[in-house]
């Protein structure tokens, strides 16, 4: 049986492991009314799979047949969204960071959503391990009124399991672009021991597992209400959350002791926020 944490503590040489090398791509096009499939590149062990579903948009499931990632691996998507086009891309499971032997493993996003055009990137978690060493780049562009709606979650170790991370490499750069303009720009970096960056009170609190929702849309600001209504009747105290908006973008961040519980107050919130059920991978 394959072990999550057997893996993480390998001990093999950097020589002796084959490294992945994944890319996919997929773009939606609108036709009589509908979003369906255009293009679709994948390789390596990056696959796409397209569900049949009902009443709910177009959805695309990404899966890393690797298992995880590890220094040297290298695994890039890529989403276009036509104009008029509304579709969820999601993935089949947490991804893993294991422990790196040699070098980081280097993740790359981008998104391209043409006017009129909504897109949903709702991954589900990514889980550093002891070790670890993972450098993750999000970028987008949108035109006119597109609108994305992302998320992005990060749990150290799985609490439930006994694992602890003291040490790990871990840089996420998020940069967002309409119309050629820059309209948000964040970036996260840890390195070494996570526990002094993660224990202040403006940062996570001591938390394991944080997430941030971003919806960048040009009626953003008017969705904000319902964001803090939706956080304020959430009764896990083992989450802290906030929403912010501004200039076309609404922001939540949320913290929590541990994935478990991160995962159960982004399922409520998102539910609630988008008026339907996550896809379905998520409840696997």
Known sequence: M??????????LKPHALQRVRAEARIRFKAAN???RLADLYQSGSAKVRLPRV???????VLINTAGGLTG???????????AGTHAIVTTQTAERAYRSPAGSARVTGRFDLEGNAILEWLPQETILFDASSLRRRLQADLRANARLLMLESVVLGRKAMGETVGSVLFTDSWRIRRDGRLVFADDIRLDGDPAPALGGR??????????TLIDCAPD???RLPRARTLLAVEEDTATRSAASAWDGLLIARFVAEDGRALRRTLTTFLTGYRGTDLPRVWHC
């Open 202 to 211: 403006a940062t996570a609190g001591g938390g394991l597992a944080v997430a």
């Open 72 to 82: 040297g691996d290298e695994l890039s998507f890529k989403v276009e969204a036509d």
């Open 33 to 35: 009314g509908e979003t």
């Open 220 to 222: 953003a600001e008017d």
């Open 2 to 11: 394959y072990d999550a944490a057997i893996a993480s503590q390998s001990d």
């Open 54 to 60: 009902y009443g709910t948009p177009t959805t695309a």
